[in-house]
């Protein structure tokens, strides 16, 4: 009887999805539930215009709408988002130099005669370069009326070929939602025993 009832319990745990599986198929569900996202004033550096490019770059995937109105959403993207314009300055000094000198006298009054020399060799190098360099990073997640997370991506950027950093950053959070999106439309059913 033992024997029966660990067959039958072992049958059962193989045949259930493991629970990675099952939250995220849950995660994926309530995805497709949004309809309307409102953005959020983001935390960070220069951050107001990177949330103005990932409403922009959301808007023109014309699968949410987007709202000004935090009460009519049905979910919320929040987090952190830094636009960093700095110089990078790469110094490099290396030098070498060499010095002589030298002085003989003999004899003396009117019949002195003296040899003098003096010898200098010197060299130096120096380099420097400043760049200017421009990053972008976003970590935003989206939340449920509920508060829970269903949704989660961090994006980082030195620019794009054609594209600034903050809009390529602002592309790739579009993206990355967009693909999480198209993979909840077309994961299969879950079934769930009654």
């Not at 110089?87 to 009117?110: I, P």
């Not at 972008?136 to 054609?162: C, H, P, Y």
Request: glycine share 8%; hydrophobic share 35%.
């Amino acid at each position: 009887m033992l024997w029966l009832l660990c067959s039958i319990a072992i049958h059962a745990w193989a045949q259930s999805p493991p629970p990675a599986v099952v939250f995220e198929d849950d995660r994926l569900k309530q995805l497709l539930t949004v309809k309307r996202i409102y953005v959020d004033k983001l935390a960070g550096q220069n951050s107001d215009q990177i949330r103005d490019l990932v409403i922009s770059s959301l808007q023109g995937a014309k699968v949410f709408i987007l709202t000004d109105n935090a009460e009519r959403a049905d979910a919320t993207l929040r987090g952190s988002a830094e636009d960093l314009i700095y110089t990078d300055t790469f110094q490099y000094n290396e030098g070498a130099g060499g010095r002589g000198s030298g002085s003989a006298t003999r004899g003396t009054g009117a019949n002195r005669r003296g040899i003098a020399g003096t010898l200098g060799v010197n060299e130096n190098e120096s380099t420097r370069i400043a760049e200017r360099r421009h990053e972008a990073m976003a970590s935003l997640r989206l939340v449920n009326k509920d508060g829970d997370v269903i949704w989660s991506t961090t994006q980082e950027s030195k620019g794009a070929k054609f594209r600034g950093a903050a809009a390529d950053v602002a592309e790739k959070v579009a993206r990355s939602l967009m693909g999480d999106y198209e993979k909840a439309r077309k994961s299969p059913p879950t079934i769930t025993p009654r």
